[in-house]
């Protein structure tokens, strides 16, 4: 028995259903430039319309910070959804009081209409009870299908759920699964990946994920500054001096609990970072004062690889080099395509998420054949980090 409802629990003909989508989606130019987290609600707002209910469209975008922002209205958003899902979905130009209500009646059962961004009203991000309220009031079941929103508590992912019968929607409950099966109650050993510029930024999953995985490849900008810890010279690359101390606590942690960190032990070094940038494989030991470390090399890569077969479980944030420039995503394509082949053969569960890490894993072209890869930024890293994510906790409080 899961600790929060779903939509198998729910009675949805004739009812209002308020549904939190995640369409802070990327644009470009005015046009929604990836359909990713549109198509992952779609499931959601199908199975509820099939089932006979009004489906009432929560989201934000943008930062507005509680202004209306012209530029960050919901409107294309509603036109583009209309037309990849193949639904008619309409739009209603603010989302609380008596002419929202008339629109959400208006649209009758079986219907779809996206409110307003919520976060033109500043009572969202207060996560404000009168706020909330005034939400509730459109609607007569609350599901939140956004797990990629679900580590603010604001009115319409935490407050509200505490205001009307609360259930999960199917995104929601295909990533609380995944996520689950990758570090609450994984297959051992566990490999973690964390890449990515800074440890500054990763400091909290770092600590966490020692306590939790078998092994810890270190990518990245970030595994210079543990190299730097080390004593290695990293030239020119980037790196936290500041934070040697820091990176050494973690080493030894890590050391202490049996968690082995794996760092790189060659690397792709060029003095200028961009594509094509002339470049060399060397050992780590062997970087020029002018040089910087832009990909792990291929004994590093192998290495990798090799543990990899290994594992039973991977969970991955972060690339491993600047694959946004040729040739340096190399390692990074190359660790993922050994993942691909392990989870397509049945002998790897692979989770991914953090919005870096889906653009490196769709260049590798492996994103189908992983087990789950999260739509999720903050809210992924946080529940690496082992936080309770407000919105859904307030779920699980039903
Ligand atoms: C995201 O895009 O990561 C989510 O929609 C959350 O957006 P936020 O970081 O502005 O809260
Ligand atoms: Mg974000």
């Not at 077969?309 to 991955?316: E, F």
Request: proline content about 3%; glycine content about 8%; some cysteine.
């Amino acid at each position: 028995m899961t600790a929060y409802q779903t939509l198998d629990q729910l009675e949805a003909n004739g009812k209002t259903v308020l549904v939190r989508v995640d369409l802070n989606v990327p644009m470009n130019d005015g046009k929604v430039s990836d359909f990713t987290r549109i198509d992952r609600v779609a499931p959601t707002i199908k199975e509820l319309t099939e089932k006979g209910a009004t489906v009432v469209l929560l989201s934000h975008f943008g930062r507005p910070k509680g202004q209306i922002v012209p530029d960050m209205s919901l409107e294309p958003v509603a036109h583009a959804m209309s037309e990849r899902l193949g639904i008619k979905i309409g739009f209603f130009n603010t989302c609380v009081g008596n002419e929202a209500m008339d629109a959400i009646r208006a649209t009758g059962s079986a219907g779809v209409i996206l409110m307003e961004n919520v976060r033109f009203f500043a009572g969202e991000e207060q996560n404000n009870a009168d706020f909330a309220a005034s939400l509730a009031a459109l609607g007569d079941l609350y599901v939140n299908d956004a797990f990629s929103c679900s580590h603010r508590a604001h009115a319409s992912t935490e407050a509200i759920a505490r205001l009307l019968p609360a259930y999960a929607g199917r995104n929601m409950e295909a990533e609380l699964t995944a996520l689950s099966a990758a570090l609450e109650v994984p297959a051992r050993p566990v490999m973690a990946i964390v890449g990515g510029a800074k440890i500054s930024t990763k400091l909290d999953l770092l600590f966490n994920l020692i306590e939790k995985v078998d092994n810890l490849v270190i990518g990245g900008g970030m595994a210079n500054t543990f190299l730097n810890a080390k004593g290695v010279d990293v030239g020119a690359s980037l790196c936290e001096h500041d934070l040697a101390d820091t990176a050494n606590e973690i080493l030894a942690k890590a050391e202490a609990v049996g968690c082995d960190i794996i760092l790189p032990e060659d690397g792709v070094l060029a003095k200028e970072f961009k594509e094509h940038a002339k470049n060399r494989t060397a050992s780590v030991l062997e970087v020029g004062s002018e040089e910087m470390i832009l990909d792990a090399g291929p004994q590093t890569v192998s290495h990798i690889c090799s543990r990899l077969t290994d594992c039973k479980t991977l969970i991955w944030n972060g690339p491993l080099g600047a694959f946004e420039i040729e040739p340096f995503g190399t390692g990074t394509f190359a660790i993922a395509e050994v993942a691909k082949r392990q989870t397509q053969n049945n002998k790897l569960v692979s989770v991914a998420g953090g919005g870096d890490t889906v653009a490196a894993l769709s260049k590798a072209n492996v994103t189908d054949s992983f087990t789950y890869i999260s739509t999720a930024g903050g809210a992924f890293l946080e529940w690496m980090e082992g936080k309770d994510l407000p919105g859904v906790k307030a779920l699980m409080a039903q």
